[in-house]
């Protein structure tokens, strides 16, 4: 197992990240096998499930805090390592379409439900960042389904990535629609996000996002025209989205466009947004103000946790 390099913090910078989870793995029906960490709620403190979809170069071992701040409140937290990342040693970086995105969430908590004989509710999924497509997406496929089934109670999108500042060029737009009419799904393309400053302004995190040996710096044309699936299956059906959805923005993002961001959700007219600004860079979890994201998310949760 490839051990992530820890910071050293003072005491009363962050929260403690040594806390990383358990590690599982299941098959999809593809035959695909994908690892997850999980942080476990005291039983008789458990107050629902939290699994969550992560950003493009990220993986589940970026936000042991958030994990253990969930767990302590009460939640059990599923976080996966999406398909090509993190801990996914094959096809590293890569998609070939966009259901199976989706179905991936589908069929772990299918998975999750098998292992363990009591209700996974009250659910919530989340997506960070660029993972905010597919849990956006999972969530406008099968809303009624995760309702009735899963009792799912919420989505939260936490800086999402759903209108990115940085996004293909139209002449790069026009490339890729040419791999996909050639069936080339295997290019690799760099990901254009090499600056850590782009994810924080934390000198410590910067070193550690560096120095990750499980962080993706490619991606396939196949991924990235799945990643534009996602966005026409959001396009075309956010107005159908309803229930109560958290949304966290960093004001300082570099990475999103939180105007443009806000310009779309505003489409969800039957969802009940709730949503809070936190004055820093893009990922929350790399921030002094990670603890303040953490509780207003806990609180929005208890919320819609309620019977």
Not at 120 to 144: D, E, R, V, Y
Not at 154 to 182: D, E, M, T
Not at 266 to 274: F, G, I, N, Y
Request: charged share 15%; with cysteine; net charge positive.
């Amino acid at each position: 197992m490839i051990e992530l390099p820890q910071p050293n913090f003072p005491a009363s910078s962050v929260a403690n990240p040594a806390a990383s989870g358990t590690i599982h793995f299941f098959t999809t029906s593809d035959g695909y096998r994908i690892a997850y960490r999980q942080w476990m709620a005291h039983s008789a403190d458990r107050r629902g499930c939290f699994v969550l979809c992560h950003g493009i170069q990220s993986h589940s071992g970026w936000y042991t805090q958030l994990g253990t701040s969930l767990a302590q409140a009460g939640y059990n937290v599923v976080f996966p390592d999406r398909r090509g990342s993190g801990l996914g040693d094959l096809q590293r970086g890569h998609a070939v379409h966009a259901d199976r995105l989706v179905s991936d969430v589908w069929q772990l908590l299918a998975e999750l439900r098998r292992k363990r004989p009591e209700p996974l509710g009250p659910l919530f999924i989340a997506g960070l960042s660029w993972g905010a497509k597919i849990a956006l997406a999972t969530h406008l496929k099968w809303q009624h389904r995760l309702e009735t089934e899963f009792n799912c109670r919420g989505l939260a999108l936490l800086y999402p990535g759903l209108v990115p500042q940085i996004k293909p060029n139209p002449i790069q737009l026009i490339v890729l629609k040419g791999l996909r009419a050639a069936n080339i799904l295997q290019r690799p393309i760099s990901i254009p996000l090499s600056d850590p400053a782009l994810f924080t302004r934390m000198p410590q995190w910067q070193n550690w996002i560096a120095r990750d040996p499980l962080a993706l710096h490619q991606v396939t044309s196949g991924f990235l025209l799945s990643g534009l699936a996602l966005d026409r299956i959001i396009r075309n059906q956010i107005g159908q989205l309803s229930g109560p959805v958290c949304v966290h923005l960093a004001t300082q993002d570099a990475i999103i466009d939180n105007s443009r961001t806000r310009d779309l959700l505003a489409k969800a007219t039957r969802a009940q947004l709730s949503i809070q600004e936190f004055s820093d860079a893009h990922t929350l979890e790399f921030s002094p103000l990670a603890s303040q994201h953490h509780q207003a998310l806990i609180d929005w949760m208890q919320r819609n946790s309620a019977d």
